[in-house]
């Protein structure tokens, strides 16, 4: 007995051990990025040795942060958008049709996340550069578009097989249209999921660094594409600051996606 | 839409990557050469490495999420696992950068408290790779195994023990079988997940650790080769869907499918 019992506290022990290991090694170098930003000075010390809110004085007033993060919204918002209109009626044809066709409709909804990030890339800049879109704004939007879909796909079907069909039919019994029922049953309840896959989608967006890095050319530079600029050629303490920001922004928006998402579509 | 963005270039990649110069042969001749076989090696090892580290340690957090009874440590484990998760992957990237540089923090703080004499190289090399990479990957792995443990039943294990089998025998006969398939399914997605990575290898690897990526990426935009990145992309590719295909035989779409979930 006093065999298995020690066995079980030395079990009990590396677990607790691990999770706090873990758990500082997660925390560690967003909190590291933290305190730094609100370190004084151009250069990078740790410790700081002053502290203020430079650098987030920098972020808003030298030119680079400010038009980045606006190109950022300017691809993420179109990019959201058209995520949406294929997705969520594809959700929809998944989850609620018959045909033979919606396993295949599934996995192309979903293969986006499943190729390796880097060989999509590269296929896409062949297909891009053949049709004149690398460096465009639109080549951009595309391609981000289709990195999106899976979320919106996989969010919206999981909304729909907790909202009963007979609620539809109950409609169209009491006269309603087949269009109407949809409209006004199922996706208005799909609402809260509607949203919370906008805003996942939008923020995954916000973050995306492959993509932009193969497909942007020198012209068009989002946040995360300035960041990894700055990354190359140096590092510059302005960036504390921005992923500060973004860490903070993207918490709350991720919060609100997962309530809208946990919402009970019926009560 | 899907078929125009997704379908249509990854058909003209195969058609580049077998057409000129050698048709076929553009293959063979890319794996005679021994610095892709290397490449190849590194980015397959090191993505094996990291699915392995990133569920081992996924399993662990996700356990103690679903199990512990205090409402503060579950928290504080959801909180450390997906709050750097929203940070960006571009600004992990530089955190790491700031940590592990020869004079970052920590060798600072190691050479500061006498325990090294001269600064370790803790970047640009493997170890930077694989601990950049768990570090992106590991709520991956958290999130799905979560919902596996959540769906076994806790009372197997008490009734398991209350039989006068150790805590260890119990996760071991009962839990480990019943979370298998959820398991290699969540380690094949990490996998997958961690082969398409570039930012990671390139801006924490060095030469000293190639991957796939920064080759490709190197091609086209270094020696304008982009037949030699299709035949690379491609590899990669068949790489990444065998794996999948030999995961699902195994565990099932299904079971895939719901870790992607």
């Known amino acids: 007995m006093t065999g298995t019992k020690t066995a079980d506290r030395v079990l009990n022990m590396t677990g607790t051990t691990v999770c706090i290991l873990v758990s500082l090694f997660m925390l560690i170098p967003a909190l590291t990025v933290l305190v730094l930003s609100f370190a004084g000075g151009s250069q990078l010390v740790f410790p700081p040795t002053s502290w203020g809110f430079q650098q987030y004085h920098t972020v808003f007033s030298n030119g680079i942060w400010l038009p980045a993060i606006w190109q950022s919204l300017k691809v993420g918002m179109p990019v959201t958008l058209i995520a949406l209109v294929v997705g969520v009626p594809a959700a929809i044809s998944i989850q609620r049709s018959r045909i033979w066709k919606v396993g295949l409709l599934r996995s192309l909804g979903l293969a986006p996340l499943l190729v390796p990030a880097v060989a999509y890339a590269v296929a896409l800049y062949g297909a891009e550069s053949e049709l004149k879109l690398i460096g465009t704004y639109w080549g951009v939007v595309f391609a981000d578009t289709m990195l999106v879909i899976p979320f919106v796909v996989l969010v919206v079907e999981a909304a729909l097989t907790r909202i009963p069909r007979d609620l539809e039919l109950v409609a169209m019994t009491l006269g309603a249209s087949r269009p109407r029922a949809m409209i006004g049953i199922t996706v208005r309840l799909l609402v809260p999921a509607i949203i919370a896959s906008f805003l996942l989608c939008f923020v995954s967006n916000f973050d995306e660094s492959v993509f932009i890095n193969f497909l942007s050319g020198p012209g068009l530079i989002t946040l995360p594409k300035a960041v990894f600029n700055s990354l190359r050629t140096g590092l510059d303490p302005s960036i504390t600051a921005v992923a500060s920001m973004l860490m903070l922004l993207s918490t709350v928006i991720v919060a609100v996606a997962f309530t809208l998402r946990n919402t009970k579509t019926v009560s | ?261």
Request: hydrophobic share 55%; net charge positive; aromatic share 14%.
């Open chain 2, 1 to 261: 839409m899907i078929g125009l963005f997704l379908i249509y270039p990854i058909i003209r990649m195969v058609q580049l990557a077998l057409g000129p110069p050698n048709g076929m042969r553009n293959i063979s001749a890319y794996f005679e050469q021994s610095s892709n076989l290397t490449v190849l090696r590194v980015t397959f090892v090191d993505a094996a490495i990291v699915a392995v580290i990133s569920v081992a340690l996924g399993a662990v957090i996700a356990w103690y999420i679903c199990i512990t009874e205090r409402r503060f440590v579950r928290a504080a484990l959801v909180a450390s696992i997906f709050i750097p998760f929203w940070m960006g992957s571009v600004v992990k990237l530089y955190a790491f950068t700031v940590l592990l540089e020869r004079l970052g923090v920590i060798n600072r703080f190691l050479l500061d408290v006498h325990l090294i004499h001269s600064p370790l190289d803790l970047i640009y090399n493997q170890f930077a790779v694989v601990l950049g990479m768990v570090y992106q990957l590991l709520p991956y792995s958290v999130l799905p195994l979560f919902v596996v443990f959540r769906s076994i039943d806790p009372d197997l294990l008490k009734a398991a023990q209350s039989l006068g089998a150790s805590r260890f025998r119990a996760i071991r006969t009962v839990l480990l079988p019943l979370s298998l398939p959820g398991f290699l399914a969540s380690t094949t997605i990490v996998y997958v997940i961690g082969l398409g990575f570039f930012l990671t290898p390139v801006l924490l690897g060095g030469a000293t650790s190639p991957f796939a990526a920064s080759f490709m990426y190197d091609d086209i935009f270094s020696y304008y080769d982009f037949t030699d990145a299709a035949v690379s992309a491609l590899v990669l590719l068949i790489g990444a869907g065998l794996v999948l295909f030999i995961a699902s035989r195994f565990v099932g779409k299904e079971q895939l499918r719901r870790v992607l979930g």
